[in-house]
């Protein structure tokens, strides 16, 4: 939500200063903000509009850039415009270098264990109902808590959950 507002402020801004690159970024920021929000038929006209603006200048940069945002929008519009298929090729290549670089420094590495007490976590059991359900000692369901805590940075469960989230963990 808080993006799709920052698009309206940036089209404004680059609009009247005549400014592509803005507004092309506006449109695939705003592309974004509407695939999370309501869904992809809707974000794509977003991404048209930026693809249509970016063609005349043959501009690549941007969505090169943004490649691990807007792929899965660009796949599905490669039958809508000859210049989205020499867009993929780039942004697959962006990508790749993107999930080798950064993505990997992110990994977490779990143990089944701990993936299941998180998953129970997050359903809402109490450490000492997890101690029962998986028949074990209280201070093994803390400790490996307190291991998933550590691995992830976070210092609460409603954070750790939702970086579990994000990743595709739980």
Known sequence: IELEIQVE??????????????????????????????????????????????????????????????????????????????????????????LKRYCNLEKIELTPREIEIMKLVYHGYKQSEISDKLNIALVTVKKHIASVYCKLNVRNKTI??????EKGII
């Open 9 to 98: 402020i940036m089209l404004e801004v680059y609009t009247g200063k005549k400014s592509i690159f803005g507004i092309i970024y506006a449109y695939i920021f705003d592309s974004i903000a509407k695939s999370k929000l309501y869904g992809r038929e809707i974000a794509k006209k977003s991404l048209l509009k930026a693809i249509e603006l970016a063609e005349k200048d043959h501009i690549v940069m941007c969505f090169v850039e943004l490649a691990p945002h807007i792929l899965p929008l660009l796949e599905s519009i490669k039958n809508e415009s000859a210049y989205v298929k020499c867009l993929i090729p780039k942004c697959k290549e962006y990508n790749q270098i993107y």
């Open 160 to 165: 750790a959950i939702n970086q579990l989230k």
